[in-house]
């Protein structure tokens, strides 16, 4: 099978904030819901339509232009993706499958850099 088996569209486009209440006032101010707030992390989803906006604390390129942390795509199983994308020799970041308990039964994950270096994650919310 192929990667692209095991994705469907994006999931959520990650930018990290200096101060989460102040995001989350700019993104609702533009019409986003919260759709996701979590004490791990601590971490915010926000949803306009399709778009939904990951955001949570860091210093890393906050306040700088293009400061996308990472474009995730929505996956439907993250351990065989894992694996093509491994066939593929893909630029994987991670040396194995992670976890972290977003939603309710949690996200399994896997990021990848593309070759201008941006990070490419596959994340399957598990049902």
Known sequence: MALTDYFDDIQHVGIPTTDLDRA?????SIGFKKIGDFAAGPVKFMQYGHLVIETWLSDE??????????????????????????KMDLDL???????????????????????????????????
């Open 61 to 86: 390129g906050t306040g700088k232009p293009g400061a996308i942390n990472h474009i995730s795509m929505n996956t439907t199983d993250a351990d065989k993706a894992f694996e093509e994308a491994k």
């Open 24 to 28: 989350e006032k700019f993104w609702s």
């Open 93 to 127: 970041i991670d040396s194995e499958v992670q976890h972290l308990p977003f939603w309710d039964h949690g996200i399994k994950f896997f990021n990848v850099r593309t070759p201008d270096g941006v990070t490419l994650e596959f994340c399957e919310i598990v049902k």
